[in-house]
Every structure is written in structure tokens, then in C-alpha cells.
């Protein structure tokens, strides 16, 4: 019973370089959740995906894009890293029409450093 | 006003007491409210929700809740140091409204032996 598998779970880039996060879930959820959390300002959504083929902004997504591969699987890239960037990323998935009562199922989290 | 508010603490209780968290939140609206806790260094795991007033219990863990004031708390009974955590209040406005969560920044509980 894997959950929300997140790769990489460390890394440290420079300023101006690009990567991408994985994210995958097997649990059949339809919505995907992309957060940053930094000490003191706690959990803040970049983007998610209601359901297949859809994206939305959350609070905090400029610098970020998003895709969401198919139904298991959404990934974040950071096209031209900042150091402003470093935190802790998480993904979580939940069921759409009933996140209101099941709530999240978080991924083991990516710390990113940009130097 | 912050819409979900929690005291960062610490909050530092003995083992075997209860352990009183708070959180309140400005929409009246909201519909649903979950407990997460976070250990040092790991991802939040859900461990209680609630959306009717009152309580609700699970094991050592009840959730309280009050639309009329606001307010959503969660009691530990027999703390124990393994409860040692953040603990993070999260508020949806279900439906109607967003069904993103809004997140209090967390309640840090150090529980000693």
C-alpha cells in the first residue's frame, strides 16, 4: 500500500537551473494537491488538479507549472529555480467529491535547496 | 484575520495529561475540519475529522466542534511522548465554496515523561 509516492526526497540545485517532481498516487483519487511548506508560514497550495485533464492555480504558483499525466500520476516543474523556491514540497491526493470528509493523503515530501 | 488561526505554542504538557489543542476560523460557512499531525521531518497524516457539532471521538483523540463560536479543538487524553507533534487544523468550506482546505499554521505539543 504505497499512498503518494514522491521522488526525488532530496535536492539541491542552482539558481536558474530546472527540474521536475514526481508525484504518484494508487489509491484512485481523483484530485491532486501540490503544496510548499516554509517555517512560520505553514502549508500553501501551489496548484491542483480537481480531476484528469484539468489544472488550476493555488495560492502561491508563479514561478511553478504543473502536469497532470493521467488519472495516478502530477508532477511540479520549476523551470528556472530561485532561491526563494527553497522548502519543503508536498503532494497529496484526495477524493474530489469527498474531500470535504476524507481529507488528504500526503506524500513523503521533496526538500529543495537552491543555491 | 487570518482565516484559520492556531496558537504556533509550544504547547508542553506532562505524560498522562490531557492535551487541549485550538484553532478557530472566520468563514461560517466551513463545512468540514480535519486534525492532521506532523512529526519532525515527516508529512502531515490525517488523524481525525468532524462536520456536525459536538464531539467526536477516536481512541485517546476527540474532536470538538462549535460552528456558533467558530472553533475546532482536539483533546489527547493520556498524552504520551510519542504524541509529540504539530498538529494542523485544516477548514473546508465544502459545498458551495472551495473544496480546498485552508490550513492553520500549526500547534507544536511537546509531551515529557
Known amino acids: 500500500n504505497a499512498g503518494v509516492t514522491q521522488t526525488p526526497k532530496f535536492q539541491v540545485l542552482k539558481t536558474g537551473q530546472s527540474m521536475t517532481l514526481q508525484c504518484a498516487q494508487d489509491?484512485?483519487?481523483?484530485?491532486m494537491y501540490w503544496y510548499r511548506q516554509d517555517p512560520g508560514m505553514g502549508l500553501r497550495l501551489i496548484y491542483y488538479s480537481a480531476s484528469e485533464g484539468t489544472t488550476d492555480k493555488g495560492e502561491v504558483p508563479n514561478g511553478y507549472n504543473v502536469s497532470r499525466l493521467n488519472k495516478r500520476e502530477f508532477s511540479l516543474r520549476l523551470e528556472s529555480a530561485a532561491p526563494s523556491q527553497t522548502s519543503v514540497y508536498f503532494c497529496?491526493?484526495?477524493?474530489?467529491?469527498?474531500?470535504?470528509?476524507?481529507?488528504?493523503?500526503f506524500g513523503s515530501g521533496t526538500r529543495l535547496t537552491v543555491v | 484575520q487570518k482565516e484559520v488561526e492556531q496558537n504556533s505554542g509550544p504547547l508542553s504538557v506532562p505524560e498522562g495529561a490531557i492535551a487541549s489543542l485550538n484553532c478557530t476560523y472566520s468563514d461560517r460557512g466551513s463545512q468540514s475540519f480535519f486534525w492532521y499531525r506532523q512529526y519532525s521531518g515527516k508529512s502531515p497524516e490525517l488523524i481525525m475529522s468532524i462536520y456536525s457539532n459536538g464531539d467526536k471521538e477516536d481512541g485517546r483523540f476527540t474532536a470538538q466542534l462549535n460552528k456558533a463560536s467558530q472553533y475546532v479543538s482536539l483533546l489527547i487524553r493520556d498524552s504520551q511522548p510519542s504524541d509529540s507533534a504539530t498538529y494542523l487544523c485544516a477548514v473546508n468550506k465544502g459545498p458551495g465554496g472551495s473544496y480546498i482546505p485552508t490550513f492553520g499554521r500549526g500547534t507544536s505539543l511537546i509531551v515529557h515523561p
Open positions: 489509491m484512485n483519487h481523483n484530485s
Open positions: 497529496a491526493s484526495s477524493e474530489y467529491r469527498t474531500a470535504t470528509i476524507y481529507g488528504y493523503t
